[in-house]
Structure formats: C-alpha cells, structure tokens
T-cell receptor, first 116, second 114 residues
C-alpha cells in the first residue's frame, strides 16, 4: 500500500509568486490534514478535510492560503502571493474513519517551501 | 486549550544507554497523546499512542511511554539506545479523540553516539 505522497519535495520561489503544493492521501482515507512547521517551531495544524468538505480550517494563517480537495481524493494547498514568513515544511496527513472509530494519522514526507 | 512542551530540543546518549525524552501537556479535556518519530527525508511515523486505556503504552522499536495524569506528563523511554534511533521525536496531543487536529511539541533531536 502506498503511503501519503507530497509533491514537490522542495520548492524555492520569490516573494509575491504563487506556489501550489499537492498531497495524495492513502487510498480510502477520508480524512486529510495539512500541517506546517516553520523553522525552529512546532508543527502547526492548518486544516482538516473530511472527503471534499473542510471540517476545520481554523489553523489557516490568512486568506493567501487556499486549500482544495476536489472529489475527495488528492488535495492542493495554494499560497498566493507568497511571503517570506510562509517558508517552512508543509506536511500532509491522512487517516481512516470507520464508524465511531478513527485511526492514526499517516504523514507524508513534507514539502520544503523556501520563499526568497 | 491544548499545548505540548518538550523539554530539551537536543538529547545525546551513548549506544546502549537509556533514552528519556520528556513531554508535558496541558489539555482542557482528557487527552489522547502520541509520540511520532521522523527519520531524515521521511514523514512522521507513529511510535505509540495513549487513548485512555493502559497508562503504560508500548510502541514500536522498543519504545514505551507512561501517562501520568498527576504530572501531566507522557515521557518516552527506551532502555537501550541503538544507532538507528537517531531521529527527531515529536510529542502530540489531540482533543479527546484520535480524529481531528494534533497539537505538537517543538520536537527533540536524538543523537546516539557509538
């Protein structure tokens, strides 16, 4: 079974440009999460999808960030326009839910975004 | 509110020595607690989790952690370190469920010396 994959692994862009990160969850996982780790700080939650719906987007820093999950499969996270403080590692995670139980969050390797 | 404090951003031990990584949490509800490990160029991997069952939780690779409510702690231990344990370790808490957002500590980088 393939794990959570993220693309690209690294991205270097200039301030003001647009970047789109992609996450492919484990097949069959309805829950998809985005997290971000700014250098030297903790990993912080950005948002949570259940299928194609945003369950919780309270961690999104501002309206320059747009996440989508069309069709409830892969997800994209777009940053437009990028600012220096957006640099960090963006992690995606997915989990399965069966009835009232849910399972561990499986993480992808992350996308390292550098804004110069 | 939920928060996690990991004491020590870097821990170094000799191979064969005890590993102790500290984690304290605060939670407004009974917490679910997790330890994740990240090896270089890989995603976070779950080591173990506490979900209100046994307070001593055993995980993969010989790691275990004990939930101590009175101390609001969930420290990670391994009796004998191996070179392959060198990685970054993250403690995390969720709001009374395994579903939903995780709150992470800042991580502890473990170095194992031969």
């Amino acid at each position: 079974e393939a794990g959570v994959t993220q693309f690209p692994s690294h991205s270097v862009i200039e301030k003001g440009q647009t970047v789109t990160l992609r996450c492919d969850p484990i097949s069959g996982h309805d829950n998809l999460y985005w997290y971000r780790r700014v250098m030297g700080k903790e990993i912080k939650f950005l948002l949570h999808f259940v299928k194609e719906s945003k369950q919780d987007e309270s961690g999104m820093p501002n309206n320059r960030f747009l996440a989508e999950r069309t069709g409830g499969t892969y997800s994209t996270l777009k940053v437009q326009p990028a600012e220096l403080e957006d640099s960090g590692v963006y992690f995606c995670a997915s989990s399965q839910e069966v009835g009232v139980f849910s399972y561990e969050q499986y993480f992808g390797p992350g996308t390292r975004l550098t804004v110069t | 509110a939920q928060s996690v404090t990991q004491l020590g951003s870097h821990v170094s031990v000799s191979e064969g020595a005890l590993v102790l990584l500290r984690c304290n949490y605060s939670s407004s509800v009974p917490p679910y607690l997790f330890w994740y490990v990240q090896y270089p160029n890989q995603g976070l991997q779950l080591l173990l989790k506490y979900t209100s069952a046994a307070t001593l939780v055993k995980g993969i690779n010989g790691f275990e952690a004990e939930f101590k409510k009175s101390e609001t702690s969930f420290h990670l231990t391994k009796p004998s370190a191996h070179m392959s344990d060198a990685a970054e370790y993250f403690c995390a808490v969720s709001r009374g469920s395994t579903l939903g957002r995780l709150y992470f500590g800042r991580g502890t980088q473990l170095t194992v010396w031969p």
